[in-house]
């Protein structure tokens, strides 16, 4: 019968992996925690507000953009997440329970799983609209919130398994290096979970790409085509890139260390920069407010309204606002769609 360790503390099995527990803050500890903070706070309010530009227009009620908001609460998740794991690090994980370890751990890999499985979601539903032509997808709205309750149940059973069995507090050899309560084979498991979703995304992204360069040489043969058009499809081919360059920059070196760990590498030493992988995946959700909300004008538009709210209210622009609902009105096309320049 195995005899498991639920009475120990957290050195215990830091200790049992190798893992270095300080007492005292040193420097790189103090630079570690400021820049993660800072990053979580940009984080907080750049996600915020693309949730608030969404909920305030009513242009952007329509599924991309709920897949948008539910990405954007993802990340922003995330940042709380981090924010509070950089108070619960350095000298302080020594001080924690193992209760409140595992949540730390379970709010970090819930949060990243959602924006890593959103982004999926994402990619699916722009390769089905630039297939079909559409600048919108003709999926329901219960469907959009049926795909959203599914990513946030997949993403807390894969963030609380841990906590739940899937650790090593009853099998010592199996405790990971980075994460000594968790067992190896979770790692492996997680990391080879995120690098299919992110094999699919280069699969379905690569499919638009191509897609979209001979759709633009086919058109540069005729003269027919709306010019507003084409200027869509050369935004949606450069947003394609910055998409998959930001995702393989922030996320693959962080799979690949867990990968790593999971397996069981001994020269590989991965502990040296765990911390920084980690903080390069969180930065992928600033990016990703950025990339997928930034571009689109009419959510810069919505994002300076929100800023300038107090402006707003200001008399002297009451006449702008008027001519922006009446040009609005006139941007309806006959199916009903707004005929706004996205290139998300």
Partial sequence: MKHCFYNETVGFFYNNSRKELTTYWRTKDVLVVALGLTVSVIVLLTNLLVITAIIINRRFHYPIYYLLGNLAAADLFAGIAYMFLMFHTGPRTAELSLKTWFIRQSLLDTSLTASVVNLLAIAVERHQTVFTMQLHSKMSNQRVMILIFCIWVTALLLGLIPSYGWHCLCALEKCSSMAPLYSRSYL?????????????????????????????????????????????????V???????????????????????????????????????????????????????????????????????????????????????????????????????????
């Fill in 188 to 236: 492996t498991f997680w990391a080879i979970s995120n690098l299919v979703i992110f094999l699919i995304m280069v699969v379905v992204y690569t499919h638009i790409f191509i897609y979209v360069k001979r759709k633009m040489t086919r058109m540069s043969k005729h003269t027919s085509f709306h010019p507003r058009y084409k200027e869509t499809m050369i935004s949606l």
């Fill in 238 to 344: 450069k947003t394609v890139t910055i998409i998959l360059s930001a995702f393989v920059i922030c996320w693959t070196p962080g799979q690949v260390v867990l990968l790593l760990d999971g397996l069981g590498c001994k020269s590989c030493n991965v502990l040296a920069v765990e911390k920084y992988v980690l903080l390069l995946a969180e930065i992928n959700s600033l990016i990703n407010a950025i990339v997928y909300s930034y571009r689109d004008n009419e959510m810069r538009s919505t994002f300076w309204r929100i800023l300038c709210f107090v402006c707003y209210r200001n008399s002297k622009y009451t006449p702008t606002m008027v001519k922006l609902n009446t040009t609005d009105r006139r941007t309806l096309s006959q199916n009903g769609h707004f005929t706004v320049d996205s290139s998300i």
